[in-house]
């Protein structure tokens, strides 16, 4: 089917990572396409003065600031010799964490953007001494990063290499950011090798290199240490823009009765001297599916040809179904393999949190709950919005409810209620909405149903929005953010699949409408699948306690000898679905349910065929 999706700029506050308006009315999300430049290649044979890998020029900053470094741009000044741990809940935005674990360990270059007063855009860098390059065909530069940056347009962290030391002539600039989700800290360290043979292939004579902070970026902070310049290894692919989804969407729990093809693909850099043949494999629970993509030639990058000629994407020929009975989750790990020894194959290969095929639970997060201390998205200052993820229907079905997950920082007391939206027309059309519900203590830290109270019916072929809308006022609400969402970039499998609008999805403010790329932990409850022999309860037997209850809190012990997926529902004296859940049963199980936002009285819990009664006190 066609997706619209409003395409967008990061920006963030505080711990949100959000995106700009968009500049249009109705973008598609943009598609992965291959870069295969017609380059002359040469094949790139390192010179016999050295050895591929051999360190023609290093620093670690073990003796504080080097000699002959320089630091420019209007906030030059903030990049400083550091060792220590950084923590600012400012107007920087609530940035806490250690030094770079880097190789030399001790001092190391920072950029501390959120010393910086207020979100206006940074422009920074420093700049190392001069290098003297011995005339290989082959040179990179290789250094060890740790950073968090929001806001990013385009190529927000770079390095740009140049053989003049002022940069007025013949400044190359190449991306640093290796594909990091915005407001997504990296890895600890990052160690990047970035291939300049395009431009200093076979020179003979100095460079300088600038580490540049650039206003494509508003804040958060950027760590270096371990910089080398070295002659080419041969052999030295990385992959990024790693991608696993079902029509674009990362989904982590697909409902049965929504099973669709899973589909790979990366992009993959050549860094090395030589050409590869690279293919991409998809695994699948070690062996239970796997899939490649077409042998395709990635050429090295020599003196004279661009970039993006030595960078493409692979897909797999063939797509995963999963079978519609529930089953052990699903790890997806995907690598890039060559027909030759990589120097580094760790960078290659990425395996991905598990996803599930459930009853009727639909999700994009990865379930792993985020902490206090900035790991959830909130609003500003009390201010009114509504977040959450796209959900596409292959079946005709009902909604039943919508999951939202109340981080431990929300206001006891804050009123939160929750809508779907279709958006197969484009715009965002509303379909249901909840009762308010408000927040209490014991939802903090805690997943919160909240039925839809028409259990609207959902069209095969649509597409929907399910949120979460905060009606600020003074209250701050923090859903909880898991795993990392589609960025709005070129070279995004989709484009973004989560949003977050200021003050509703239907009627944003003027430019505040964005998309977040820190998954918001929003999950849509469909009507359960039926049929399948692991939600009956032949294998499992179960009981509940206490019952009644006085404070509306029910333990449903579960006991079964196998493993079993198990369909949990709780419905009203009217028939109205106000929980709907897929438990996992493997032995001796206990799952807690509560009513305590609900008023007194009897209400029926359903598993599998048995239903038994629940009263409130």
């Known amino acids: 089917m066609k997706k619209i999706y409003l395409c967008a700029i ?16 109705t973008p598609t999300r943009a598609m992965l396409t291959h870069q295969n430049d017609d380059v002359n290649t040469i094949k790139n044979i390192n010179n016999g003065d050295k050895t591929p890998g051999q360190v023609i020029w290093s620093e670690n900053f073990t003796g504080g600031m080097p000699t002959g470094y320089t630091t420019g741009g209007p906030n030059g000044s903030s990049w400083v010799i550091n060792q220590n ?4 809940q400012g107007t920087g935005g609530f940035t806490n964490t250690g030094p770079i674990a880097s190789s030399s360990a ?24 001069s290098i003297d390059l011995v005339g290989a065909l082959s040179h990179t530069v290789r250094f060890e990063q740790k950073f968090r940056l929001c806001c990013a347009s385009a190529a927000a962290l770079n390095i ?37 043979s395009d431009n200093f292939g076979g020179y003979t004579g100095k460079i300088w290199i600038r580490f540049h902070w650039n206003l494509g970026a508003s804040h958060y902070f950027w760590m270096i240490d371990d910089i080398s310049v070295i002659e080419s290894y041969d052999n030295d692919m990385i992959t990024f823009q790693n991608y696993y989804g079902v029509d674009n969407v990362p989904y982590t729990r697909i409902p049965a009765t929504q099973v669709a ?11 090395g001297a030589a050409d590869q043949n690279a293919t991409l494999t998809a695994d699948i629970n070690g062996g239970l599916f796997t899939a490649t993509s077409a042998v395709t030639t990635i050429p090295a990058l020599v003196f004279g040809a661009t970039v993006s000629g030595s960078t493409d994407s692979l897909f797999t020929t063939a797509s995963f179904t999963p079978p519609t009975t529930f089953a052990v989750p699903y790890t ?34 990865d379930n792993v709950a985020a902490t206090s201390g900035g790991g959830g998205t909130h609003s500003t200052h009390g201010d009114e919005f509504e977040a959450g993820n796209y959900y596409d229907m292959y079946t005709n079905t009902n909604a039943l ?19 779907l939206y279709d958006l197969t027309s484009g715009s965002f059309v509303l379909v249901d909405v909840s009762n308010p519900v408000v927040i209490a ?48 970039t070129p070279t995004s499998k989709g484009g973004p699949t989560s949003l977050i609008y200021y003050p509703t999805m239907s009627a944003p403010a003027t430019g505040a409408n964005f998309y977040t790329s820190r998954t918001p932990m929003v999950r849509l409850h469909i009507s359960p699948f039926v049929g399948v022999d692991a939600v009956e309860t032949s294998n499992v037997n179960f009981n509940v306690f206490p019952n009644p209850s006085n404070t509306g809190e029910f333990n449903i012990n579960l006991i079964s000898n196998e493993t079993n997926y198990v369909a949990l529902t709780v419905k009203n004296v009217v028939g109205q679905t106000i929980i709907n859940e897929t438990v996992s049963v493997v032995g001796n199980t206990t799952h807690t349910i509560s009513l305590t936002d609900y008023s007194k009285g009897v209400y029926f819990l359903t598993i599998g065929k048995e239903t038994v009664k629940l009263i409130v006190d």
């Not at 741990?85 to 600012?88: F, L, V």
């Not at 990091?180 to 990047?192: H, Q, Y």
């Not at 020894?341 to 290659?348: C, I, K, L």
């Not at 909240?450 to 072929?461: D, F, K, Q």
Request: hydrophobic share 35%; net charge negative; with cysteine.
């Open 261 to 271: 093809p899973v589909d790979f693909s990366v992009q993959t850099t050549n860094v």
């Open 106 to 129: 001790g001092n190391h270059m920072l950029f501390f953007a959120g010393n910086e007063g207020g979100f206006t855009d940074r422009d920074s860098w420093f700049q190392t001494t």
């Open 441 to 488: 203590a014991g939802d903090l830290g805690a997943w919160m149903s909240i039925p839809l109270p028409n259990t609207p019916a959902l069209t095969a072929g649509s597409y929907y929005f399910a949120c979460v809308h905060a009606y600020g006022g003074g209250s701050e609400f923090y859903y909880g953010t898991s795993g990392t969402s589609p960025a709005n």
């Open 401 to 419: 409810s919508i999951d939202v997950w109340v981080h431990t920082d929300s206001d006891v007391g804050g009123a939160i209620e929750v809508k």
């Open 85 to 88: 741990p950084i923590n600012n």
């Open 332 to 365: 997806v790990t995907l690598t890039v393999n060559t027909d030759s020894t990589d120097v580094s194959p760790s960078d290659n290969t990425v395996t991905f949190n598990p996803f599930e095929v459930t009853s009727g639970e639909y999700a994009q997060d």
């Open 160 to 196: 740009v290499v140049s053989a003049d030391s002022t940069f007025a002539t013949g400044a190359y600039t190449y991306d640093a950011r290796r594909g990091v989700a915005i407001n997504s800290m990296s890895a600890d360290p990052l160690v990047t090798s970035i291939n300049i």
């Open 10 to 25: 990061a920006l963030s506050v505080g711990s949100i990572s959000f995106g700009q308006l968009s500049t249009f009315d």
